[in-house]
């Protein structure tokens, strides 16, 4: 038969005072406790930071395409050289056009990127286009989406002037556009973006001689020119590695 609690009259086993109370109690308990609380605090301040819900602002980022697991991991991201470069960025509105983050994969590139994206969103209403348009403020595209243009496509075209125009403008794993149509594209938008100051982030595992030969010297110069390029030897991936499989024989456990 059960014990009821004296605070709730509930059966001590659903009892929050005194699972709470429990949980505290136990090894570890205060430090748990404390990390919550610091959790919260930060939350919050975050919350106050940004002048919303930071669910809404998950949102903004995710709704600009970004992946999910990206954009997650951009609210606390490690501090990588791909991010460190992206928070230069971020302080350099002032006259830098572009992002380039080179390197191999696993690095974090793409969560420096979402957090670019994230910061852009920090600073503008709901991801919808301004009265009597059809843009919007930011875009994440992976590039290899750009595989699949037609220039025969309303849609396609319609899209494409969106990722022109839009005010920053996050094109991930660069090079990965196979087809030739895909190709030409990139560097269209990018000569149209960098003459029209409009922000871009641009992620590629391509070293920078092949980035150079895939787009040209136009594009290398401009970024050049008017980006930020961090140093990424990070040279180990920082994504989770796929666990070695083993077999036990059957009836073994």
Known sequence: MNDFCDCCRRPTGACLVLREFRDLVADGGRERARQRYLDACRERAEELEQGGNLEDLRKRVIGSGAPVDAA???ERPEDTQALQGAKQFENARGYATFLLLLGSTGIGKTVAASWVLREFCRRHDWNSGAQGTNLFPAMFVVASKLTRLSSFEDADRHWVEQIR???LLVLDDLGDEATEIGKNVVVELLLDRHAKKRRTVITSNLVA???????????AD??????IKPTLSDGVSKRRQPQELRFQPRGQP
């Open 165 to 167: 125009k839009c005010g």
């Open 209 to 219: 001689k092949a980035f150079r030969d895939r787009y040209g010297a136009a594009i």
């Open 72 to 74: 997650l991991a951009a």
């Open 222 to 227: 401009r970024i050049n020119e008017a980006g």
